[in-house]
């Protein structure tokens, strides 16, 4: 493998990689779970959640509680809880206004490419203030289907006029780096709340521990350098 790739895009993830919100998604969940009875043990299943589409987790809470599970005033009770928690405002990751600005410096276009709905992704990218960065914003809505597929990566690239063997992708799941990888796209994973499989870390060029890791590989207009070490700033 080689320590320098070419791109001409940057492609970035929205809960997780870009926003901290999947432990405001999880205690949500929680919380309604919570409030209809179920306190077992679901940290798992909200693990395995990471990543995937709202329909996707219903089908998940279907299968493991069954058909009478009450999934509508569940989803009720958790879109209520997080738009509580969205009120105070939605913080962004650690070195996120570093990594964009220096895509931004070095004139490479970039898209946010989410398992979220159009909606959805565009109330928190306003919320957070950075809606305005991005020259292109992809969501479910927006494809036949969500990642692990590739479908999301492969119409963002189209949508910026790159090849996606020339755009850096930057997940923090693993369905999101199987989508990435898939779409032929450089990825590279930041872990959030779940770790990386081992299927992950054979699909990425390297799996960093922020995003301040990541702008350090952007050393050169056009080039993507590896670091000489994982946990460069």
């Known amino acids: 493998m080689t320590d320098r790739w070419t791109i001409k895009a940057v ?12 432990k405001l998604f999880m205690d949500s969940l929680v919380a309604a779970m919570g409030a209809f009875g179920y306190t077992d043990d679901i940290a798992a299943l909200c693990h395995a959640m990471v990543g995937l589409t709202g329909a996707q987790c219903d089908r998940m809470l279907l299968d493991r509680y069954g058909a ?9 009770a958790f879109r209520a809880n997080r738009d509580d928690i969205f009120r ?3 913080p962004l990751k650690r070195s996120a206004t570093d990594l964009m600005d220096a895509v931004q410096q ?3 276009p970039m898209a946010i490419v989410t398992s979220a709905s ?5 109330n928190q990218l306003t919320l957070a203030g950075i809606r305005h960065r991005f020259d292109a914003v992809i969501t479910r809505t927006d494809v036949a289907h969500a990642k692990p597929a590739p ?3 492969l119409l963002a690239s ?3 006029g790159v090849a996606p063997e020339l755009c850096l992708a930057v997940e923090d799941s693993n369905p999101g780096v199987a989508a990435a990888h898939a779409a032929g796209a450089i990825t590279i994973m930041v872990p959030d709340i779940v770790p990386p499989t081992e299927a992950s870390r054979g699909k990425c060029i390297a799996v960093l ?7 350090a590989m952007l050393q050169k207009p056009g080039e993507l350098v590896l670091p000489s070490s994982p946990d460069a700033p």
């Open 158 to 160: 189209a949508r910026l």
């Open 209 to 215: 521990p922020n995003l301040g890791a990541v702008r």
């Open 68 to 76: 009478d599970f009450p999934i509508a005033g569940l989803n009720e």
């Open 106 to 108: 070095q004139g490479y």
């Open 118 to 122: 159009r909606r959805g992704a565009e």
């Open 151 to 153: 479908d999301l990566y």
């Open 11 to 22: 492609l970035l993830d929205m809960d997780g990689t870009l926003l901290d919100t999947e």
């Open 88 to 90: 105070a405002g939605i």
